[in-house]
């Protein structure tokens, strides 16, 4: 593990080589990118669900998400756009966490994650089971900012960050695969930035 001295007891998620992935340029700044309109939010009204082959189902209000048991990890963010934003410290709730509340039934394969005003996007659940993915609230320990995802976000540093989606609401368990916004706006299935899945050859 690859520990800072300044804040060694948080986890990093996994390095790879070169850390920075081919293609990218290292930034300081965080850009805000999405589709649409940041939407207005009410927590009062507010609920994340799990739903599709999983059983139990899951719901939580916004008060009973904040009391499941929290991580907090250090990643780095990775832009199809080509920018790289080291070391971003994220908390809240990791996946693996809730699919112990609600388990996926043996024929899920896939996770369709859906954000308010219709985002989508499409990831293998054993993707979403690694460590360092969280459903988070807090970016460098401050609440996220309304355009960065506020109140919750997914946080998936392994693949590009458009399969990271802000503002999320459900997570819809399937057993075959349904390509998401993005994907099937011509950006690649799998995402892995290290390969340089950008986009998809159809
Ligand atoms: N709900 C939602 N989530 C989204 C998007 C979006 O349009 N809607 N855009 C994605 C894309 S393309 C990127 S690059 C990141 C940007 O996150 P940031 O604005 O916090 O940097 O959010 C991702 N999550
Ligand atoms: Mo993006």
């Known amino acids: ?47 994340f669900v799990v739903d599709g082959l999983v059983e139990p189902a899951g719901r939580w209000s916004w008060r009973e998400f904040q009391a499941l048991p929290r991580v907090e990890v250090r990643s780095d963010i990775h832009c199809v756009t080509r920018w790289s934003r080291y070391d971003n410290r994220w908390q809240g709730v990791s996946l693996a966490e809730i699919f112990r509340r609600a388990v996926p039934k043996p024929e899920a394969r896939f996770a369709i994650v859906h954000a308010e005003q219709g985002y989508t996007t499409n990831l293998p659940i054993s993707e979403l089971m690694h460590d360092d993915v969280l459903l988070a609230d807090k970016h460098d320990g401050e609440a996220l900012a309304p355009e960065h995802g506020w109140p919750l976000r997914l946080v998936v540093p392994r693949r590009y960050f458009w399969k990271s989606a802000k503002w999320v609401r459900r997570i819809e368990l399937v057993a075959a695969d349904r390509p998401g916004f993005w994907e099937q706006n011509g950006y690649h299935n799998a995402a892995d930035p290290w390969r340089e899945e950008r986009f998809s050859d159809w």
């Open 1 to 47: 593990m690859n520990s800072k001295p300044e804040s060694a007891d948080i986890p990093d998620s996994p390095r790879q080589e070169p850390r920075l992935p081919p293609g990218q340029v290292l930034t300081s700044k965080w850009p805000v990118l999405h589709y649409g309109q940041i939407p207005q939010v009410d927590l009062d009204h507010w609920d």
